[in-house]
């Protein structure tokens, strides 16, 4: 697998074959990746999946972007964004 492209809130971010949408956002300098519930501001924290800060939406369903693997064409957005722009 090479790597490619996908899309962060609109914007393209580029990713290296066995990178992680977090690795990639990282890579990119997304530091924010948006809200929770509360209203708190989410980000990478823990890499491992343990915290579920950082959650996002790819097809309208929550991952976390430390843990789920970047492909090409990928639509990513905040979890607190609404899914019309998912589509
Ligand atoms: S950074 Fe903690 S679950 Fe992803």
Known sequence: ???GTFS???????FR???SIGAALAGAGVDALGHDPAGRATRWFCG?????NCLVRVGGRLVEACLTPAEDGLV???ADVAEEIDR
């Open 48 to 52: 491992i999946g343990a915290c579920q």
């Open 76 to 78: 990513v957005v905040s």
């Open 8 to 14: 962060w809130n609109g914007r393209d971010v580029a």
């Open 17 to 19: 074959a066995g990178e």
């Open 1 to 3: 697998m090479t790597g």
